[in-house]
């Protein structure tokens, strides 16, 4: 069992940085893939980041390519997703997810054995 901690959102504005953190807790956490995923106000859960299981590889959805940094502290069991350059298009609530799998498949369909409940980013205009 994962258990996934959201924190850092808030409200900042367009053009601002936020650090998002998402702590892990279970005995295996450091072997899973570790990600973001975001829901904007009626929208679908769209994924956002993925750093793998060594640190090592990290992807990223095409609108926060550039802005955002997907990180982890194996010391810490802490997995962050650096934010800049924010714009009101990502206003959602973002959550931490964990997964074993490596497969794209999964990752594109938000198909992770493991979620935090989320926080919520509000980006002013």
């Known amino acids: 069992q994962v258990q996934l901690v959201e924190s850092g959102g808030g409200l900042v504005q367009a053009g601002g940085s936020l650090r998002l953190s998402c702590a892990t807790s279970?005995?295996?956490?450091?072997?899973?893939?570790m990600g973001w995923f975001r829901r904007a106000p009626g929208k679908e859960r769209d994924f956002v980041a993925r750093?793998?299981?060594?640190?090592?590889?990290?992807y990223y959805a095409d609108y926060v390519k550039g802005r955002f940094t997907i990180s982890r502290d194996f010391a810490k069991n802490t997995v962050y997703l650096q934010m800049n350059s924010l714009t009101p298009e990502d206003t959602a609530v973002y959550y931490c997810?964990?997964?074993?799998?490596?497969?794209?498949?999964?990752?594109?369909?938000?198909?992770?054995?493991?979620w935090g409940k989320g926080t919520l980013v509000t980006v002013s205009s």
């Open positions: 997810a964990a997964t074993l799998s490596g497969l794209s498949s999964s990752w594109s369909r938000g198909i992770m054995s493991y």
């Open positions: 279970g005995r295996t956490s450091s072997v899973y893939h």
């Open positions: 750093i793998d299981s060594n640190a090592g590889s990290t």
